[in-house]
């Protein structure tokens, strides 16, 4: 299998849940697609004009989620999980068919879809796979709340800083290397939030299928959920997998250098759509074998592992 070429899912992929805001039991088909394609969500429940292309552009009200939303207002809500599993699993091209408004949370991790791309396993197609090269900084300040790009040669990295109150989290930093190969406990990393605030969440309409199958609740020092952590690093873990969620959504895998504190989903859309509007920022590169070997690497321990 050529390390340079586009892929796509090599069977139908059928999953179901809940979402995690609206509460509501979903349906999901991932069907491959043909080359430059790329990722696009079908509303099955909307008739016409329901097709959402999964593209930054499209980002609207990135609250606690990433949502994606099409000009005739047909749209799907936290995609992030998925398209993460996309970006590491080396999917460039897929028809995602959801007969509701938002991505199925499952156990709040990339785990299962991962799960699921591998059973059915990686289909090769024939067009060369496209990478976006970064030529020039670029960065958001939002208060206390950052995020940069930067230049780097052929590979990706995500240093990612969490500063929270709560004196469990506290402030955490950890980057991701892409080209260091292993994505386990970024798969396996659970959304969270914390106890005192999920009625102000559930206020605002959200969270409505949240529970502690999938999601990490923390109330003071102590994790609410029986089986605790599934790494040490779980928390800013997790952020990872979100931010490179939403990277996938450049509609092409980026070579750069992200660094972020205190950042998320509206952030990091904010930094897209800041860097693309200035075509001198980035560059169009095609078949760079190093960040397309880290995708192929094989993972180190089984993805269901609770790895400490």
Known sequence: MSLHNQKTVNNEIKLCGIGLHNGQKV???????NENFGIKFCRT?????NLIDANYKNVVEPIL??????????????VEHLMAAFFGEGIDNALVEIDSSEVPILDGSANEFVEAIRSVGVKEQNDKR??????????????EKHISIEPLENDLIVDFEIVYKNPLIRTRRKDFKL?????????????FCLYEDIDHIKSQGLAKGGSLENAI??????????????????FVYHKILDCLGDLMLSGNRIFGHIKTSQGGHALTNKLLLKFFSDTSNWSIERGKSMYENNLTKPIKRPLSANTQ
Do not use: M
Not at 217 to 234: A, F, P, Q, T, Y
């Open 27 to 33: 349906n999901l088909i991932i069907k491959p697609a």
């Open 45 to 49: 429940d909307i008739k016409d004009k």
């Open 65 to 78: 989620c990433t949502k994606i939303k099409n000009k005739n207002g047909a749209s799907v809500s936290t």
């Open 130 to 143: 496209k990478f976006i090269k970064v030529l020039k900084k670029v960065e958001i300040q939002d208060g």
């Open 217 to 234: 609740v923390v109330k003071g020092k102590e994790i609410l959920n029986d089986d605790g952590l599934r790494n040490r690093h779980e």
């Open 179 to 191: 080209s260091d190969g292993d994505l386990t406990n970024i798969y396996n990393s659970r959304t």
